[in-house]
């Protein structure tokens, strides 16, 4: 999941987020996880994700870690 640049900060994130994990609550998961870039890390903390994993490096991307969140 992503949003541009020019449109972050709109609360647009959170909404595809909920979404989601509305979504996945229907199909009965109890946890959902995600590779969070480091930028990213802070906005998946505001929703409740906590860090599983060390940092791991995807090639031409970056720095990013595995976050997940009970359901």
Not at 27 to 52: E, H, M, S
Request: hydrophobic share 40%; net charge positive.
């Amino acid at each position: 999941m992503a949003v541009l640049k020019t449109f972050q900060g709109q609360g647009l994130g959170k909404l595809i987020l909920q979404y989601g994990e509305n979504f996945m609550k229907e199909k009965g998961a109890d946890t959902i996880w995600c590779n969070a870039r480091q930028l990213a890390v802070p906005f998946y903390k505001k929703n409740n994700y906590a860090i599983i994993s060390e940092p791991f490096n995807i090639e031409h991307i970056g720095l990013h870690y595995v976050m997940s969140k009970s359901l």
